[in-house]
T-cell receptor, first 116, second 113 residues
Framework: GAVVSQHPSRVICKSGTSVKIECRSL??????MFWYRQFPKKSLMLMATSNEGSKATYEQGVEKDKFLINHASLTLSTLTVTSAHPEDSSFYICSASKQGYGYEQYFGPGTRLTVT | KNQVEQSPQSLIILEGKNCTLQ??????????LRWYKQDTGRGPVSLTIMTFSENTKSNGRYTATLDADTKQSSLHITASQLSDSASYICVVSASTNAGKSTFGDGTTLTVKP
């Protein structure tokens, strides 16, 4: 149990366009979902935390207008990168927790975004 | 400031050998410590989770230890296999500040035949 999926696994988009990444908890209801960004050979950097039905909490330095997060249900969260630029190219990973902050997180397989 | 430091940064061992990865933290007050394995280009997968009262936990060939007094944890891998090649990430959560998790930078393990 505790499987998290992400879609798409890879996406290439042109500069200036927007791209949406979906994160789904397949076999459990996620109280909280997290979005991370990971640079090569670096650990995960938390971007934002979202609870179902409420606004996401963004980490310092993360532009909320650029990285739109919607947590519409207990099994689905989406991250939309708006007006993407090449510097937004990265590996984006979501995770979901059954119990919320500070508890076991189940990670998705990640989405490789390349902005040309 | 809550910090998690992992060592070594990278490690190369021969298949079949054992190895130990270290994690030191300053997160306080402590809630739990988790070890994850992350294959290249994939999301992290949980190996162990330990709370304050636990000082050893095993998951197959992986054994994690926790010393809450010295704020240290280790992950021991026995009889390494080529598939153990990955990044191993230590994550520590606080029991306050909304249980915020602090991630270590990871140890990159390479197992060679």
């Amino acid at each position: 149990g505790a499987v998290v999926s992400q879609h798409p696994s890879r996406v290439i988009c042109k500069s200036g366009t927007s791209v949406k990444i979906e994160c789904r908890s397949l076999d459990f209801q996620a109280t909280t979902m997290f979005w991370y960004r990971q640079f090569p050979k670096k650990s995960l950097m938390l971007m934002a935390t979202s609870n179902e039905g409420s606004k996401a909490t963004y980490e310092q330095g993360v532009e909320k207008d650029k990285f739109l997060i919607n947590h519409a249900s207990l099994t689905l969260s989406t991250l939309t990168v708006t007006s993407a630029h090449p510097e937004d190219s990265s590996f984006y990973i979501c995770s979901a927790s059954k119990q919320g902050y500070g508890y076991e997180q189940y990670f998705g397989p990640g989405t490789r975004l390349t902005v040309t | 400031k809550n910090q998690v430091e992992q060592s070594p940064q990278s490690l190369i061992i021969l298949e079949g050998k054992n190895c130990t990865l270290q994690c030191n933290y300053t997160v306080s007050p402590f809630s739990n410590l988790r070890w994850y394995k992350q294959d290249t280009g994939r999301g992290p997968v949980s190996l162990t989770i330990m709370t304050f009262s636990e000082n050893t936990k095993s998951n197959g060939r992986y054994t994690a230890t926790l010393d809450a007094d010295t704020k240290q944890s280790s992950l021991h891998i026995t009889a390494s296999q080529l598939s153990d090649s990955a990044s191993y990430i230590c994550v520590v959560s606080a029991s306050t500040n909304a249980g915020k998790s602090t991630f270590g930078d990871g140890t990159t393990l390479t197992v060679k035949p």
